[in-house]
């Protein structure tokens, strides 16, 4: 890795990738790009979510079936919108603190694998790869946020950024 790193060095004019200026331009550069992803994710998520309630709305008016079938997409939809304000606070709490919460991460993570579970369609069950995967992955994902939970010591404190000048 550090022979790969003084290669690249080498090969770039001057000193630009130690320079502050171009660090701080790349860190002004993606803090952008993350407020402007988090503002696209609120809008999507508001205008999901008021489709959700109106959906929800029209089927309670027309006296729908809410069992099988229907009900299983409610909840694929809801588990949609968890995820989408996951993601959501997983870039603000970046843009707050410049770090990734990786409990966060995973938990979406899982969340998504759930969610893929819970969708899953009718005869799903005669393809036991597809289930034993979806397993593997959950329990890959469960322990690794039990690894990062008990490595962090069940902190209650928000996390600090390496680049924090006064921790």
Not at 4 to 10: G, V
Request: proline share 4%; glycine share 8%; with cysteine.
């Amino acid at each position: 890795m550090r022979s790969t790193l003084s290669r690249i060095r080498r090969r770039l004019p001057g000193r630009w990738i130690d320079d502050p200026f171009f660090l701080r331009l790349i860190d002004l550069g993606e803090r952008q790009v993350a407020k402007l992803l988090a503002g696209l994710l609120f809008v999507v998520t508001l205008v999901a979510s008021l489709q959700l309630a109106w959906l929800m709305l029209r089927l309670l008016m027309g006296g729908a079936n809410w069992l099988g079938d229907g009900l299983i997409a409610l909840l694929g939809d809801l588990l949609n919108l968890l995820i989408a304000l996951e993601v959501l606070q997983n870039l603000t709490a970046y843009l707050r603190r410049r770090v990734v919460q990786i409990e966060l991460v995973l938990v979406t993570a899982m969340t998504a694998v759930a969610r893929k579970v819970i969708v899953l369609p009718a005869g799903s069950e005669n393809k036991p790869e597809l289930l034993l995967g979806l397993g593997v992955v959950l329990l890959c994902l469960a322990a690794s946020w039990w690894l990062v939970r008990a490595s962090s010591g069940a902190r209650t404190e928000p996390a600090r950024s390496f680049q924090d000048p006064h921790p």
